[in-house]
């Protein structure tokens, strides 16, 4: 089973500043299968990235990802007030599929 | 519009039996596997298991393979996720989302079904 950890557990940020989240797989993710979701209070979880870099449909172009093999990050580049929530790391290359612990990021 | 809606809030006694429902619409059920997510209070996900609607083959995680059961009737378009006998650890928010293909991001998620096991 591929363990996915997360860096760090919280991030407190103002709004429009950089944020970065780290994904880190204890092996190698087969062909970049990893994605990544945000989740807001009461929400379902929603998909922001897929093949480690690729913007789902209706994602705002200030979400990125990017990495390969077992390091990969999410960047937003300007936090905006709705970005505050909690982001999953997922791989989907190989079963079970895992998914990180999660990073809040939450308002300074 | 692709959707996913799950049935309704359930509070169940230990040792009773439940299903959950996970209905599809706007796409082709039997051309997508079908996910489900935990999440326990406060926590974060867990994948379950999934199956392929359109011959009902699944794949389970080791960690829920025997104390849950996945099931799907295309017929009504529908996903089911299944407790012969329910404990107090069960007590969670379970998500069904859709998979791209073999292999694949989960996209879109239902809204969630939270069950309740308390004595």
């Known amino acids: 089973e591929i363990v996915l950890t997360q860096s760090p557990g919280t991030l407190s940020l103002s709004p429009g500043e950089r944020a970065t989240l780290s994904c880190r797989a204890s092996?190698?993710?087969?062909?970049?299968?990893l994605a990544w979701y945000q989740q807001k209070p009461g929400q379902a979880p929603r998909l922001l990235i897929y093949?480690?870099?690729s913007r789902a449909t209706g994602i705002p172009d200030r979400f990125s990802g990017s990495g390969s093999g077992t390091d990969f990050t999410l960047t937003i580049s300007r936090l905006e007030p709705e970005d505050f929530a909690v982001y999953y790391c997922?791989?989907?290359?190989?079963?079970?599929?895992?998914f990180g612990g999660g990073t809040k990021v939450e308002i300074k | 519009e692709v959707q996913l809606v799950q049935s309704g809030a359930e509070v169940k006694k230990p040792g009773e039996s439940l299903r959950i429902s996970c209905k599809g619409s706007?796409?082709?059920?039997?051309?997508?596997?079908i996910s489900w997510v935990r999440q326990m209070p406060g926590k974060g996900l867990e994948w379950m298991g999934r199956?392929?609607?359109?011959?009902?083959?699944?794949n389970y995680s080791p960690s829920f393979q025997g104390h849950v059961t996945i099931s799907a009737d295309k017929s009504i378009s529908t996903a089911y996720l299944q407790w012969s006998s329910l404990k107090a650890s069960d007590t969670a928010m379970y998500y069904c989302?859709?998979?791209?293909?073999?292999?694949?991001?989960?996209?879109?998620w239902g809204q969630g079904t939270l069950v309740t096991v308390s004595s």
């Open positions: 989302a859709r998979e791209g293909g073999w292999n694949s991001w989960f996209d879109p």
């Open positions: 706007g796409y082709s059920f039997t051309s997508y596997w």
């Open positions: 199956i392929d609607p359109s011959d009902s083959y699944t």
């Open positions: 092996q190698s993710v087969s062909s970049s299968y």
């Open positions: 093949g480690a870099s």
């Open positions: 997922q791989q989907y290359g190989s079963s079970p599929f895992t």
